[in-house]
DNA sequence: ATCGGAAGTAAGTAATTACTTACATATGAA
DNA sequence: TTCATATGTAAGTAATTACTTACTTCCGAT
């Protein structure tokens, strides 16, 4: 691997958990096995740094778009299942040993300060907001789903994913149960709702 | 205002919008209208002093107890109503221009490097968490709910304020639409569902 | 009026940090 | 071999930051 791939993603691990601001150029190079001259004769300066570990994981995230190609033959309920635990493994596992999540919260920190982080970051979010929404769409379309508003349910559905697994790299795994498990009840809630069906009245 | 209190504000402000690295004992000096100086003799130290805001903000946090006593007699539906719209009112308004829930996400942050950290805010959503269980356990003994397992249902509710309210946090309330018409939007799928009722096996 | 405590002013210290400069070494291609 | 390029070592700089010390001012209670 090249020095400044080694870089990206020592830049990544050390962001991730220490925060940009809390991040030293020090301990990145360190993480990468360089010297701290080298990472700066590359990337000229930790702003640019953060930057271009954007740009290359922007793209990374955008694998998640592969999820989101579901084959419809399938019924919703599987395709939800199959989905959710897909990002649960992408959020999880990867290389920088699950960091990626935890990276994506700094940007959220960060994002506040630097506009330009929140608008790479909010275009990541809604992208995968509405390529979900395209789908629960096409469900309303064919019959499979109640006429509710596609964005509220994609909405719903990532909350759950994006909440559970800041839970999951602040606390540990332990916080909350399996997570094979968890996911299944929720995505039992939120297709067949709480409520008893007796109970319901306006549908 | 004592001047302690002006300061504790003030750090909860600076803390928030800055970061707990980020955030400089000058700036929450200047915030509080005291003498950096000041500060010292008050707090010792900028780690003591997050001790402190800690603190008195996890009793303020846990007024949000009020919000979960719901009244037995109405229904499930409305009792989610009120309770979701207060607690985006909390989350939102209060003093320090709503930067309350801006400061726990920094606490997710600075939680990850000190357990002490971790340990409040760990109790503090278990403790939440916990009591909604409560109320949905209560609600499935009296039949007005599925029997399903109550903590992923509290787990899911929680869920979507975090999130939404992490979104406007960081990109604005223009980010979503309007908060009441989206909680409307949330409840309603929380509590039926997305699949059209005919086409739900297993209840 | 005076005394004590809370607050301010001013200056400084030691550590850290992003970033630079100057020079040396290694390596692979010509 | 030679030479360009990549990388390392070493030292340093200017700014920032948490925190301290010494002295002064303000103010309410006695």
């Given at each position: 691997?090249?020095?400044?791939?080694?870089?990206?993603?020592?830049?990544?691990k050390v962001?991730?958990?220490?925060?940009?601001?809390?991040?030293?150029?020090?301990?990145?190079a360190?993480?990468?096995?360089?010297?701290?001259?080298?990472?700066?004769?590359?990337?000229?300066?930790?702003?640019?740094?953060?930057?271009?570990?954007?740009?290359?994981?922007?793209?990374?995230?955008?694998?998640?778009?592969?999820?989101?190609?579901?084959?419809?033959?399938?019924?919703?309920?599987?395709?939800?299942?199959?989905?959710?635990?897909?990002?649960?493994?992408?959020?999880?596992?990867?290389?920088?040993?699950?960091?990626?999540?935890?990276?994506?919260f700094?940007?959220?920190?960060?994002?506040?300060?630097?506009?330009?982080?929140?608008?790479?970051?909010?275009?990541?979010?809604?992208?995968?907001?509405?390529?979900l929404?395209?789908?629960?769409?096409?469900?309303?379309?064919?019959?499979k789903m109640?006429?509710?508003?596609?964005?509220?349910a994609?909405?719903?559905?990532?909350?759950?994913?994006?909440?559970?697994?800041l839970?999951?790299?602040?606390?540990?795994?332990?916080?909350?149960?399996?997570?094979?498990?968890?996911?299944?009840?929720?995505?039992?809630?939120f297709?067949?709702?709480i409520?008893k069906?007796?109970?319901?009245?306006?549908?």
């Amino acid at each position: 691997m090249t020095a400044e791939q080694r870089i990206l993603d020592a830049a990544l691990k050390v962001f991730a958990s220490e925060g940009y601001t809390g991040a030293t150029t020090r301990r990145i190079a360190e993480e990468a096995n360089v010297a701290e001259v080298t990472l700066f004769r590359k990337f000229q300066s930790k702003e640019n740094l953060l930057r271009e570990v954007l740009l290359q994981n922007r793209d990374a995230f955008s694998t998640l778009e592969n999820l989101f190609q579901i084959k419809e033959d399938l019924d919703l309920e599987t395709d939800l299942h199959i989905l959710g635990k897909n990002i649960a493994k992408v959020m999880k596992d990867k290389k920088n040993d699950g960091k990626r999540h935890m990276f994506m919260f700094m940007l959220f920190e960060e994002g506040r300060r630097r506009p330009e982080v929140a608008e790479i970051l909010s275009s990541f979010i809604q992208m995968n907001i509405t390529r979900l929404s395209e789908y629960f769409e096409l469900q309303i379309k064919n019959g499979k789903m109640r006429n509710i508003n596609p964005r509220s349910a994609a909405l719903t559905f990532v909350s759950y994913f994006v909440y559970t697994s800041l839970l999951r790299g602040v606390f540990g795994d332990s916080f909350l149960g399996d997570s094979d498990e968890e996911i299944e009840r929720f995505i039992d809630i939120f297709t067949k709702g709480i409520l008893k069906v007796e109970d319901m009245k306006t549908r």
